[in-house]
């Protein structure tokens, strides 16, 4: 273990001697960030992880170091990482945001750190329309994309007043921080009692960052998602998926088993959100279909790696390995991702699959059926095995308490394992 002060070793994979080789540091997140050092690594090319409470890409083989910090919410964030690259000659180095707070901190310091880093990541003036959901939903409407009935109550005043059909949601507008509602990311209420208690208990958290959203009937197959790499304001990679079952299976936080399919007016409805902001970098924006109106509405727009960014690369499109590709100045031509793939985080897919067998939306043989067929797997991978053994006990942990204990961010220090 050695501390930030001290100089980095050259890790030599074929060029030439006393050059630093060019590589990557993923700023925090999970298995997404697990994926991107796995199509780099598998590459030759050098992965750094910079973790604040997130494990499992550390046990990567494909990470060289892991380094530990306070996270990007922290005073001193732009600091250390502009220290850092100093430090350790990092320079030209393409920087992967693997969270929320990681995406914004670059964002927000993109010239910054683009004077030393290769930035992947939108400035603020385009990320900010997929930061806060409520200028998500302004950019959505004014491109004519169907959007959820959404409110945004300033008061405790403005929930007793308002008139609404239940059941409904309430989500921050900003996903910023560690409580509670940030980490469940919605909370449903089904009637006007839980309402007034939830919207009290979110006000102490997140202040007036609360919006109220309708709950669009049905499950994880009636949600879909357009991912795509976009260059200059043109898709270079993309891919359309359902999220064919999640956890918990009736209002579920997370994806289980994700696969690819054909769906034009998901995939059109996304190019004009991206399109007219000239976006460029990784993106995957989340729809979900409301039979009442027959209508895709938007969901969410996340512009950073995701969870199951590992299905490109079974669809035929290695995300990451792509976004390198264009980072470094290379000419990329345009790809689709074959449907039919599927990606999968077995235990809890396990968990959500017995559910719907017990509510009687699943047999033992259509659960079989759907794991067969190329497929990508949330932790394990045949050359990487530690990070899938290291999440199962992460996973009944979660499953078991619904979340993991907060580390202690302050304790982590500036620290470097070797």
């Known amino acids: 273990m050695t501390n930030f002060s001290s100089p980095a070793p050259v890790v030599s ?49 494909y990470v060289v170091r892991t380094l530990r910090w306070p996270g990007a919410e922290d005073v001193r964030a732009l600091e250390m990482l502009m220290q850092l690259g100093r430090t350790h000659r990092l320079d030209g180095w393409v920087l992967f945001p693997g ?48 959007v959820p009935w959404s409110y945004y109550p300033k008061s405790r005043q403005d929930i007793e007043q308002l008139q609404c059909r239940f059941p409904v949601i ?24 839980h309402l007034l208690a939830r919207y009290e208990q979110a006000s102490q958290m997140v202040g007036d960052a609360i919006v109220l959203q309708e709950l669009i009937p049905g499950n994880g ?25 999640q956890y918990p299976i009736d209002f579920g936080y997370t994806s289980t088993f994700v696969e690819t399919i054909e769906n034009a007016e ?26 009442r109106d027959q209508r895709y509405k938007i969901l969410d727009v996340n512009a950073r790696t995701w969870a199951w960014i590992g299905l490109g690369d079974v669809a035929g499109t290695d995300f990451p390995h792509l976004q390198w590709r264009l980072a470094l100045g290379e000419t990329v031509a345009s790809l689709r991702g074959r449907s039919g793939a599927a990606w999968i985080h077995s235990s809890r897919d396990f968990v959500a699959a017995c559910q719907e067998m017990a509510a009687g939306s699943l047999s033992p043989a259509g659960y079989l059926k759907s794991l067969h067929g190329p497929m990508a ?27 993991l204990p907060v580390m202690a961010r302050g304790a982590l220090g500036w620290r470097l394992w070797g």
């Open 13 to 61: 994979t074929g060029v030439a001697h006393g050059a630093m080789e060019r590589g990557a540091l993923v700023l925090g997140g999970a298995h997404g960030s697990l994926v991107v050092a796995r199509s780099l690594g598998r590459q030759g090319i050098p992965v750094w992880f910079l973790a604040a409470d997130k494990l499992v890409p550390q046990f990567s083989r």
């Open 99 to 146: 969270g929320d707070e990681e995406a914004r901190l670059v964002s927000r310091h993109h010239a910054e750190l683009s004077d030393f880093y290769r930035v992947i990541t939108p400035p603020w003036e385009v990320m900010r329309w997929a930061a806060d959901k409520r200028l998500t939903n302004e950019h959505a409407q004014s491109h004519g994309i169907d």
């Open 170 to 193: 309430l989500k921050p507008t900003v996903r910023a921080g560690s409580n509670a509602f940030v980490q469940a990311k919605a909370w449903r209420v089904d009637d006007r009692e």
């Open 221 to 245: 197959a009636a949600q879909f998602s357009y991912a795509a790499l976009w260059d200059k304001g043109q898709p270079v990679a993309s891919l359309v998926a359902r999220r064919t079952r």
């Open 266 to 291: 998901v995939e059109a409805a996304a190019s004009r959100f991206l399109g007219s902001l000239q976006y460029g970098g990784l993106v995957e924006i989340e729809f979900k279909y409301d039979a």
């Open 377 to 403: 797997f949330a932790a394990y991978a045949p050359d990487d095995p530690m990070p899938g053994i290291i999440d199962m006990p992460l996973v009944a942990s979660r499953l078991v308490t619904r979340r």
